[in-house]
């Protein structure tokens, strides 16, 4: 059975940081991508970084560039995002996703996580 389980979201103020976590079991942790995207209220869900799980390269959006880090350790098949001086902008529902595509796009993936609300204060 696949299953990505994320954690790590919660409330904090503008230029603070957060680290989530994505783990993946079932076919999910055998996926070429895995990436980190987000949605907020009223919005398209939109692709923020993902990582090549065979080459470990990693893709950003240009919003988040120089800010987040995703990155994996494939012993605990785990992605995490560390997310660095965050802004109320960044605020909305993350979800961890797994695929086959090293993509930013979302309908590019097969399997989602359930979500994790970041809340970023001014």
């Known amino acids: 059975q696949v299953q990505l389980v994320e954690s790590g979201g919660g409330s904090v103020q503008a230029g603070g940081s957060l680290r989530l976590s994505c783990a993946a079991s079932?076919?999910?942790?055998?996926?070429?991508?895995m990436g980190w995207f987000r949605q907020a209220p009223g919005k398209e869900r939109e692709g923020v970084a993902v990582?090549?799980?065979?080459?470990?390269?990693?893709y950003y959006a240009l919003s988040v560039k120089g800010r987040f880090t995703i990155s994996q350790d494939n012993a605990k098949n785990t992605v995490y995002l560390q997310m660095n001086s965050l802004k109320p902008e960044d605020s909305a529902v993350y979800y961890c996703?797994?695929?086959?595509?090293?993509?930013?796009?979302?309908?590019?993936?097969?399997?989602w996580g359930q979500g994790t609300l970041v809340t970023v204060s001014s």
């Open positions: 996703a797994a695929g086959k595509f090293w993509s930013l796009v979302p309908s590019e993936y097969n399997y």
């Open positions: 079932g076919p999910a942790y055998s996926s070429v991508s």
């Open positions: 990582i090549n799980t065979r080459a470990d390269s990693t």
